[in-house]
RNA sequence: GCGGAUGUGGCGGAAUUGGUAGACGCGCAGCGUUGAGGUCGCUGUGGGGUAACUCCCGUGAAGGUUCGAGUCCUUUCAUCCGCACCA
């Protein structure tokens, strides 16, 4: 008896695939479509692991919908711009297209053997200009509809390279090449408005019921809505035009306790102050070398300076409070000015320990005295408070309660007004980079900013630039800036900005309905095929690819590319786990770790026999050494095995970590399905027991297998599986009940291991395909069984057990438990003092 | 710093959502098959105690609610993810 052998098998069933159209997506009025979609590879040039589970996931789900008698989308393409082409350009040499095609076509050769159920026919990569001509015209929509503007932002800026730079590439505040000290630097930027749909955004968050919950609450927070007061301090001692200091606050309640006020280092009042006053500029510049992220801005040691300006308290002139400029408080929030009232914000008590301000307590805990603050007393929220001073007087309430009545009471005495703020800050798209989709706009002396015109798109990027020093190669071509006015006619200079790769993601899928159409949509396709039934990806993008995306698809309504159904792109979510390995190191003579591949590792050795140390599993990196190679996977063992082995084990949602003995596990299991197929397909053994046993297991395994799948629960759904296996390998049954599970085997093993399927199914006397074949459904009266077992606890511990006919009456049952001879002996006489019965379920016995 | 998650045997995990903790797989041990190794098949496997037993302990830690808690509540520790120019 041969073996099974996925290196002949595997390239066999994907060709009779693709020779029958298996997995073309094609509108079908007849039946109900669904549109899974995974997210789109960045083309890195080698597929991982994470890939192999991302996809497989998709598979799975794409195959059994398909088998359960959809019209399924199932397609695949590549998130192209980015840096990475542009920093290989600038190492190795050669041109951000060739290095990104190259890799395109390497990754899909590698992609291909995992035998996935994908319509190769709309592949298409976001660098095409087919694709981002389109996305320029849209573009244009949105800028005549509204949702487009410039305005001044701040970037990081290389002083040595001249050039902006990521936070990825900011390093302890330092440019990750020149090693330079960053500064932040103001430009003139294109933005998208998605502040505008904050609010809607936030309360559409609420039908995404298929959505994690997690992610739904992380945007909730991202977008961040918060009532508050804002109101203006007067000032004293402030230079002309800033005699009133306007502050925006969610905490009105503590205003008796501020004790200061303090505005960002970005704040106009800084930037006029530091013109004239040079400590002040260079206490500024050091807060403005921290970085543009907020993570940074958070973490770093709160400083302050004390500009000299004073504000008065809104209800009390006599109280003056000092005006710090601190280098915690954020521009982009609120109004960049912030009084602080130490007594009750941790980092405001912080910042006036370190100052010497003082510290009044506005409320203290219910029940609880007034005593000297050692840190900031923050209540939760439904946490009931007395109030000390305040506009509630020495009352007992929440914080909700006291913030309304704090607002109401400034209102009445005309102290600013309750307003509405979101956290959410409108998109900035520029990037000052050649790898991205070029802005479609010129600058016309006469026109100002105009829109290229429509039947100019695409417009190109130019492809003999250079890479051989740093900044954008766009701004200094010879000629691409050199263009036309559409208006005018009269010479005009081309944008050099591009566009942010988010906005590439954000309407991929949208263009995966007609991937070829002359517009970015095709009406009738979109309608059709949106929304994505199921979208499945990393956590990793749970805020900004999804809200982008989200806030994008209401763009794409709005301008006419879209159903008003699609406003909101993913009906379900499902956000994976990564793949994750062992890392093994030995460390030099200085102590600094070397890090060993796993192949070079045996038995917690390397070949020459030095013991490594075992780091726990962490996400695979090339650095660490501690990367699987999905192709000398499916090389040793074939696809199925690897497509396998990523569904078993973990929960889908978490992290799973790569062993080879879990991958060799995984081939050994598949090779004994082959050999129990081949076995009952090739032998006739006369049957020794009954067919009732194996056909109720087979009901059991379809119904359990199809729950696992439906409900995202890959792990259980192979757990079931196995114990199918064992059953079907021990099962005396006769030939045709044997046979007519094994086919079942086939059916139910199709949507993670195809390939092993197809050939089972074939060998069985299946008809055609399995992947065409129809979901196997399972006969609910085998489903049922006739008698339960149910434990009976005394005081809460199981002590017996007994077993019943299943719809046998409570008080039946009751009585059996009684009698039963271990509750007899553990009660000893003790008279029973409840009996709780839950039917199919439990007995607790209470003495 | 802020926001979000996770924590169960030697390991990955299961537990019908408040009702038998440890399904299934790995690993390990014993037995069988095999010339040997591997493969393959069978049996056992949370910790402790016992001659034996349905005896005790046990879901990161501490406390609470309940007839009953891995599951609910409070506090706490550890790890991971995101923080707006990485994709």
């Known amino acids: 008896m041969s073996r099974y052998d996925p290196a002949v098998t595997e390239p066999k069933w994907q060709t009779a695939w693709e020779a029958d159209g298996t997995f073309t997506a094609r509108r079908d009025p007849a039946k109900p479509k669904y549109y899974v979609l995974e997210m789109f590879p960045y083309p890195s040039g080698r597929i991982h692991m994470g890939h192999v589970r991302n996809y497989t996931m998709g598979d799975v789900v794409a195959r059994y919908k398909s088998a359960a008698g959809f019209s399924v989308l199932h397609p695949m393409g590549w998130d192209a711009f980015g840096m990475p082409a542009e920093n290989a350009a600038m190492e190795r040499g050669g041109h951000p297209k060739d290095w990104t095609y190259s890799n395109i076509a390497d990754m ?56 902006v730079l990521a936070n990825e590439q900011v390093i302890d505040g330092r440019g990750w090449r020149s090693n330079a000290l960053v500064e932040r630097r103001e430009l003139t930027q294109w933005f998208f408005r998605i502040s505008d749909y904050s609010g809607e955004l936030l309360d559409a968050l609420e039908t995404l019921t298929d959505w994690p919950e997690k992610v739904r609450l992380m945007q909730a927070n991202w977008i961040g809505k918060s009532r508050g007061l804002q109101f203006a301090f007067t000032t004293t001692g402030a230079p002309e035009g800033f005699d009133r200091l306007e502050v925006y606050t969610t905490r009105p309640d503590t205003l008796l306790g501020a004790s200061f006020a303090a505005i960002s280092p970005d704040h106009p009042l800084a930037k006029h102050l530091e013109r004239h006053d040079p400590a002040l500029a260079e206490f500024v510049a050091e807060c403005r070398r921290i970085g543009t992220s907020e ?27 000092p005006v710090y400029i601190a280098n915690f408080i954020l521009m982009d ?83 600013g007004r309750g307003v509405t703020n979101y956290r959410l800050r409108d998109w900035g798209i520029s990037r000052q980079r050649y790898w991205g989709c070029p802005i479609p706009v010129v600058h016309c002396a006469t026109c100002g900013v105009v829109a290229e015109a429509k039947e100019n798109l695409p417009v190109r990027l130019p492809d003999d630039v250079t890479f051989d020093q740093p900044g954008n190669p766009l701004d200094r071509h010879p000629t691409w800036r050199t263009c036309t006015c559409p208006k005018c006619g009269g010479a005009a200079r081309r944008e050099t900005d591009t566009m942010d790769t988010f906005v590439d993601s954000s309407w991929y899928y949208a263009r995966f309905t007609s991937p070829h159409a002359a517009k970015p949509t095709d009406a009738a396709d979109a309608d059709y095929w949106m929304n994505v039934d199921q979208y499945i990806g990393g956590i990793e993008h749970a ?63 390397l070949a020459d026999g030095t013991a490594v140390e075992i780091i726990p599993s962490a996400k695979m990196s090339k650095s660490k050494k501690n990367v699987v190679d999905p192709i000398s996977i499916i090389q040793a063992f074939g696809a199925d095995t690897a497509r396998w082995f990523v569904m078993s084990d973990s929960p889908p949602e978490r992290d799973v970590e790569w062993t080879a003995s879990g991958a060799e596990a995984s081939y050994k299991h598949l090779n004994r399905v082959w050999r129990i197929a081949s076995d009952i397909a090739a032998s006739d053994t006369p049957a020794t027991a009954d067919d009732l046993p194996l056909a109720r297991a087979t009901a059991k395994a379809i119904d359990e297998v199809t729950k696992g799948i439906e409900g995202f629960a890959f792990n259980k759904a192979i757990a079931k599986l196995y114990e199918f296996t064992n059953t079907l390998q021990k099962s005396q049954a006769g030939m045709a009940a044997r046979r007519d599970a094994m086919k079942v085997m086939a059916q139910l093993i199709q949507p993670m291991t195809p390939h092993l399927a197809e050939e089972v199914w074939q060998m069985l006397g299946g008809e055609g395909l399995v992947a065409r074949a129809p979901w196997p459904q399972a006969d609910p009266a085998l489903l049922i069984e006739d008698t339960v077992i149910l434990p009976i606890q005394i005081n809460g511990k199981r002590r017996a057990e007994i077993s019943v006919p299943r719809d046998m009456p409570a008080a039946e049952v009751e ?9 007899v002996k553990f009660l000893a006489g003790q008279p029973v003092k409840k009996l ?12």
């Open 543 to 605: 805020i900004l690819h999804l809200l982008y995306s989200r806030f994008f698809a209401r763009a794409m309504h709005k301008t006419g590319h879209l159903p008003a159904k699609a406003i909101e792109p993913f009906n379900a979510l499902f956000t994976q786990g990564m793949v994750t390995h062992e890392i093994y190191l030995t460390r030099d003579a200085a102590g600094r770790p070397v890090y060993h591949l796993p192949e070079d590792v045996t038995d917690g050795k």
């Open 295 to 321: 993570e940074a801005l958070e973490k770093a040691d709160k400083q302050g300076l004390d500009t000299g300006i004073r504000v008065l308290h809104p209800f009390d002139n006599a109280v003056e409070l």
């Open 333 to 415: 929030y609120g109004t960049g000015a912030i009084f602080g009232c130490p007594a009750h914000d941790a980092r405001d008590f912080e910042f006036a320990t370190k100052y010497g301000l003082p510290i009044p307590p506005v409320f203290v805990a219910e029940g609880a005295d007034e005593a000297a603050l050692t840190e900031a007393f923050v209540p939760m929220k439904s946490e009931r408070v007395r109030y000390l001073r305040g506009f509630a007087g020495a009352e007992v309430q929440t914080g909700d309660e006291a913030i309304a009545a704090a607002i109401a009471f400034c209102e009445e005495r005309g102290v």
């Open 836 to 847: 709780i019965v839950v039917p199919g379920r439990i007995i607790n016995v209470v003495v």
């Open 108 to 163: 899909r050769a590698q992609m291909k053997p995992l035998g996935l159920s994908i319509d190769w026919s709309r592949e298409f990569a976001t660098c095409d200009p087919e694709y981002y001509g389109q996305q320029q015209s849209m573009f244009i929509d949105m800028m005549d509809a509204g949702l487009i503007y410039r305005k001044n932002a701040v970037v990081n800026w290389d002083p040595v390279d001249m050039t």
């Open 815 to 823: 009585k059996i438990a009684l009698a039963n001879d271990d509750v």
